[in-house]
């Protein structure tokens, strides 16, 4: 425990809020948060432990998935470099959630929000470079540049002016509806022809879907499972699926390159 950084002090606040959730329930009142968060039965050192293990399994998804891109699509692919990108940043997403929901800290909590939002501005930026990059290049590079300024303001601002979760998440809803729609008007333009896009439109429509359990507000059932864990499980098998439809494109993209070039 000491290893994951907890003190005396935190266990002794971990003991207490089980002594007071106790006298809450024995004077017949709800389950009370503390601090803004449910209380959490810990497992080792493990402080939200399905949340901690189902962030574990997504990164592994994520792993999976990326060796296995990297298997079967070759390095000369136009998209291959950006797609195997987004990989990192999803590996590294899920790893500080992990880390998050295993020992919650300012710095461990701060990595966690700033690395979801890198992984949304990434698939942005994923989704320029398919729709609009191939074809120019410059406008792509003068995006990227116009998001890494976004993100450095975003991170700069939640970490010397002040971190508000009130901006931060209102800021996420705002980039996410950006990618949710570019993403889908793509899909739903292309969808005749090229058939694999309809993976795409089943990842975006079930992450909105799957994104009102986040709504959800109730006590962790048998003090470990709770909406925002249910979240994260439900999740790894549309990882999946977009690797998936990545790698039908990123193979679709080489033959339409190889085919061109065949012509030329």
């Not at 003991?15 to 009142?29: A, I, R």
């Not at 060796?67 to 590294?92: D, E, G, I, K, Q």
């Amino acid at each position: 425990m000491s290893l994951a950084g907890w003190t005396c002090r935190d266990d002794c606040k971990y003991e207490c809020m089980w002594v007071t959730v106790g006298l809450y329930l024995q004077e017949g009142h709800k389950v009370p948060q503390f601090h803004g968060k449910w209380p959490f039965s810990r497992f080792l050192f493990f402080q939200e432990p399905a949340s901690a293990v189902a962030s574990f399994l997504n990164g592994l998804a994520s792993l999976v998935m990326l060796c296995r891109y990297r298997t079967f699509v070759p390095a000369s692919s136009p998209m291959y470099h950006t797609c195997v990108a987004f990989a990192w940043v999803s590996l590294n997403a899920w790893f500080w959630s992990t880390v998050f929901h295993t020992r919650d800290t300012d710095l461990t909590e701060k990595m966690d929000y700033f690395c979801a939002s890198t992984v949304i501005l990434h698939s942005i930026y994923l989704c320029c470079v398919r729709t609009v990059g191939l074809q120019h290049p410059a406008v792509v590079s003068a995006f990227r540049a116009l998001l890494l300024l976004m993100l450095t303001v975003h991170v700069s601002y939640l970490s010397l002016i002040r971190f508000d979760y009130g901006y931060n998440l209102v800021a996420n809803v705002a980039i996410g509806l950006v990618n949710v729609v570019w993403w889908l008007a793509w899909c739903l333009w292309n969808q005749r022809r090229l058939p694999h896009v309809r993976k795409c439109v089943v990842v975006v429509l079930l992450l909105q879907g799957l994104s009102l359990l986040e709504l959800l507000d109730f006590p962790p059932l048998f003090w470990v499972l709770d909406a925002h864990a249910i979240w994260h499980i439900s999740t790894i098998p549309v990882h999946v699926l977009f690797f998936s439809f990545l790698e039908d494109d990123s193979l679709y993209l080489l033959k339409e390159s190889e085919d061109k070039f065949k012509l030329d």
